[in-house]
């Protein structure tokens, strides 16, 4: 199923400042919040649509990418989900949660609800969040052309093995908070002029979590995480261009106590080919003709992607002539349409001749086809002329 552009998805204009995006995924999160729509699979579905549209929209370098390459930017392969199947679609509830719950408050409040699916009147508990990951991909034109798999072996913090990422030692390690009875946060009553008023703030004794570890892990000291390890396979979609990121949802680095992995992203450069120049979509070839083949005409190999091809030259082809082999360019990363290879004609002049060369060319210059007409003059002075104007 194709991908919904993200500001659609939220109402709102791609010229949308950060506050009018925030009101409106708040406001899209409570019309298709669970719990005032329990068992409606389609309204969990635009539920998870809009926190994926703010997670992108609400993040100046992830909607820079995101205006100038489209869902193709955030992912794999837009529209597919793939490896990179955005946030909404491989995240929990709690999850979405966890990371945007702060804009309601921070506990899941909303205008009454509780928190994902919960029994009413329940905090959110705290979920820490891993760091994202970096890594730069070298491609050739070829592979940007067809798109390619790359495998990565990264070196980042994974969840614990010895205690599964909780952090505790054994079944027993850990126990409801007192303080916060398992809810993550506390309320607090204060006098003012007002009357009493009444917060609610992050658990002091066990940070948000809702339970604290009584015996820490002898591996990951209770972190519930260790440096290790994973070899990752990135699909690369084709068509992208040098200083385009891709994100990679949840294969960054571990959070602590079992929470939300951060992401990967993938940087792209590109590796300089010997004969092709891109530009944009379209690639370019600077065509080196010798004299007797441009005056005469032939057949010349011109290198593409997908390797040599022959190419007609008329007789009588002039410097500066453009040809143009149409789709013999890149894709565009949006899906629409392919460049074409243009072939730029340039004529080579000998630097030295011999007198057999010379005196041939001597009796061709006495010749009125070896001499530029009126018109051809007149082309060249405007050129000229323009330059300087």
Do not use: W
Not at 108 to 123: P, R, T
Not at 214 to 230: F, L, M, Q, S
Not at 249 to 276: Q, S
Not at 280 to 307: H, M, Q, R
Request: net charge neutral; proline share 5%.
């Amino acid at each position: 199923m194709e991908k919904r552009d993200y500001y659609e998805v939220l109402g709102v204009e791609k010229n949308a400042t950060a506050d009018e995006i925030k009101k409106a995924y708040r406001k899209k999160a409570i019309q298709y919040h669970p719990d005032r729509n329990p068992g409606d699979k389609e309204a969990e579905e635009k539920f998870k649509e809009a926190a994926e549209a703010y997670d992108v929209l609400s993040n100046p370098d992830k909607r820079a990418r995101y205006d100038q390459f489209g869902h193709a930017g955030m992912s794999g392969a837009a529209g597919n989900g793939g490896p990179f199947g955005g946030f909404g679609g491989g995240m929990s509830m709690d999850d979405i949660f966890s990371m945007f719950g702060d804009i309601f408050g921070g506990h899941g409040g909303f205008g009454g609800f509780s928190g994902f699916g919960g029994g009413g009147g329940g905090a959110q508990q705290r979920r820490y969040r891993g760091s994202d990951l970096r890594v730069k991909v070298k491609l050739t034109l070829k592979e940007i052309s067809t798109g390619v798999e790359k495998k990565f072996k990264l070196k980042k913090y994974v969840p614990c093995p010895h205690c599964h990422g909780s952090g505790a030692e054994g079944n027993g390690g850990t126990e409801t908070c007192p303080t916060c009875k398992g809810t993550g946060s506390v309320i607090r009553n204060q006098q003012t002029i007002l009357g009493t008023m009444q917060t609610r703030t992050t658990c002091p004794t066990c940070g948000g979590e809702g339970h604290i570890i009584k015996n820490k892990c002898k591996e990951c000291g209770g972190e519930g995480i260790v440096y290790g390890e994973e070899i990752v396979t990135v699909k690369i979609p084709k068509g992208v261009a040098e200083g385009m990121q891709l994100s990679m949802t949840g294969k960054g680095n571990a959070g602590k106590h079992n929470g939300v992995p951060g992401d990967l992203l993938i940087l792209v450069e590109e590796e300089p080919d010997k004969e092709l120049i891109r530009d944009e979509n379209d690639l370019i070839y600077n065509l080196l003709l010798s004299f007797p083949t441009a005056a005469l005409g032939g057949t010349v190999e011109i290198p593409t992607i997908d390797g040599k091809v022959k190419v007609k030259i008329e007789p009588g082809t002039q410097p500066g002539k453009v040809l143009r082999l149409r789709n013999k360019g890149l894709p565009s990363v949006n899906g629409y349409g392919t460049g074409d290879l243009l072939v730029n004609v340039s004529i080579y002049v000998p630097e030295t001749l011999s007198k057999d060369e010379k005196k041939a060319l001597e009796e061709m210059e006495k010749s009125d086809n070896f001499q530029p007409n009126t018109s051809i003059k007149e082309k060249i002075f405007r050129k000229f002329r323009n330059l300087f104007e």
